[in-house]
């Protein structure tokens, strides 16, 4: 091509489309609502040195905690759409829809979903000291004595409170929710026998499973976890409905050009199911995913509607 057709054609493209097609420029930021040490945290610090690899930039981790992920989630929403401010986060993004009245942030109209980038089950679980050695027996324990037993979780209207919540409408029972501040405080009081059950990320409990301290009844993911093979799933403990995964996903803001959401999402792709990155993620009991950002869109609209219901069958509110 001869030199003055190139310089044309490059006055005709917008300097938009040009960033896009060179994206990225600069260091990313991997923007995380939580503190550090959790399993959003541990996602975003597996996730952004690879694709610091695959794209040549460096992907930095910034830890936002607070307000229920909304000061990360409001930060996110309104950074300028270039693909240099994104959001790692978790079930909260959808749960905030119904859970606040009030949010500066709309979940469909202000993020734009780039891909699931893994996803972890929830274990029920019981004290080791609880005379209960399955969920069929703790279903039962609670339906003899109606409102006696209770469940911790590491706040209102999280995953975890929610998840207690699906068991009670899926089996009839009832029981007292014991909310904590955070899911560290919440396992102390099941491990010390506080609450009579419990549900949790497989990532947090594994070792106080492994040294007899707790009991893991079921889990809430369709087949059983390679890590904890004897731990029966809710479907074949006799429980149908309570599929409740944590899953680990990356957004950008909504007007983000197109080129850049698939440039990223094709490396959280690429990352997922890099072999080194699968064992790993199946060490912390999460299975990689990587899915498309259309794919990922339409699992936001089911995931938002799934939440609003039990969020209104909870009661629970943030504000």
């Known amino acids: 091509m001869r030199p003055w057709l190139a310089a044309a054609l490059i006055l005709i493209v917008p300097a938009g489309s040009l960033q896009a097609q060179q994206y990225p420029l600069r260091p990313v930021r991997l923007v995380v609502g939580f503190p550090p040490g959790g399993g959003v945290d541990i996602n975003a610090r597996l996730l952004a040195p690879r694709l610091s690899e695959i794209l040549g930039q460096q992907f930095v981790v910034d830890n936002k905690p607070g307000a229920g992920t909304n000061i990360a989630n ?14 790692l986060t978790s079930p909260a993004l959808a749960i905030n829809m119904s859970l606040y009245s009030r949010l500066p942030f709309d979940t469909l109209r202000d993020f734009a979903p780039v891909s699931m980038f893994s996803e972890s089950p929830n274990l029920l679980l019981v004290p080791a000291a609880l005379p ?6 703790l279903v039962a324990r609670a339906k003899s004595m109606p409102g006696k037993l209770n469940f911790s979780s590491a706040g209102p209207g999280t995953s975890q409170h929610l998840a207690g919540v699906l068991l009670m409408m899926r089996t009839g029972i009832s029981a007292v929710h014991i909310p904590y501040k955070g899911s560290a405080p ?10 009579d059950f419990s549900f949790a990320n497989v990532t947090a409990v594994q070792g106080y499973i492994k040294s007899g301290r707790l009991r893991a009844l079921a889990i809430t ?14 479907k074949e403990a006799g429980i149908d409905g309570v599929e409740v995964s944590v ?30 990155m ?4 199946h060490e912390q009991g999460a299975e990689p995913v990587g899915s498309t950002p259309e794919q990922f869109a339409a699992f936001m609209r089911a995931e938002i509607a799934r939440w609003a219901e039990v969020v209104k069958v909870s009661g629970a509110r943030a504000d």
Do not use: C, N
Request: glycine letters at 6%; charged letters at 25%.
């Open 247 to 276: 899953w680990f996903g990356v957004f950008a803001p909504a007007a983000t050009p197109k080129e850049i959401v698939q440039t990223l999402a094709g490396a959280i792709q690429r990352a997922a199911h890099d072999g080194d």
């Open 132 to 137: 209960v050695a399955s969920a069929r027996e």
């Open 278 to 281: 699968r064992r790993r993620l």
């Open 74 to 87: 409001e930060f996110v929403a309104k950074a300028a759409p270039d693909g240099y401010t994104l959001l």
């Open 186 to 195: 919440s396992l102390t009081a099941l491990i010390a026998g506080e609450v």
């Open 221 to 234: 993911s369709p087949k059983r976890d390679a890590q904890l093979p004897e731990v029966p799933t809710m």
